[in-house]
């Protein structure tokens, strides 16, 4: 069974730094596209970053230039870097994968748990 988890958030001042960490686990042959979401209070789900399997990026656009999505295929492992952090990015953070079993091959889109990001000063 293949499982996804979020780590890394917390509380931080506004312009102070943050780096989430989503890993994934189980049999896993290999990650498509993975993406970095987040909720806040009254708003629709938004997307925040995204990252292809050939490494391209995507990003949104008040989050350009501060925040860096990375991955580590060999281990199964995806980073959300959050620079320069404001209040408006205050959210619960989850990551989402389209991971491919390495049982049968077939296509598992995962969500993680979450963590909770909070600027706050």
């Known amino acids: 069974q293949v499982q996804l988890v979020e780590s890394g958030g917390g509380l931080v001042q506004p312009g102070e730094s943050l780096l989430l960490s989503c890993t994934a686990s189980g049999s896993i042959s290999h990650i498509d596209t993975i993406t970095w979401y987040r909720r806040t209070p009254g708003k629709e789900r938004e997307l925040v970053a995204s990252m292809s399997a050939s490494g391209i990026t995507y990003y949104e656009h008040s989050v350009k230039g501060r925040f860096t999505i990375s991955r580590q295929n060999a281990y199964n492992m995806a980073y959300l870097q959050m620079n320069n952090l404001q209040r408006e990015d205050t959210a619960i953070y989850f990551c989402?994968?389209?991971?491919?079993?390495?049982?049968?091959?077939?296509?598992?889109?995962?969500w993680g748990q979450g963590t909770q990001v909070t600027v706050s000063s």
């Open positions: 989402y994968a389209d991971v491919v079993d390495s049982m049968n091959r077939g296509h598992l889109k995962l």
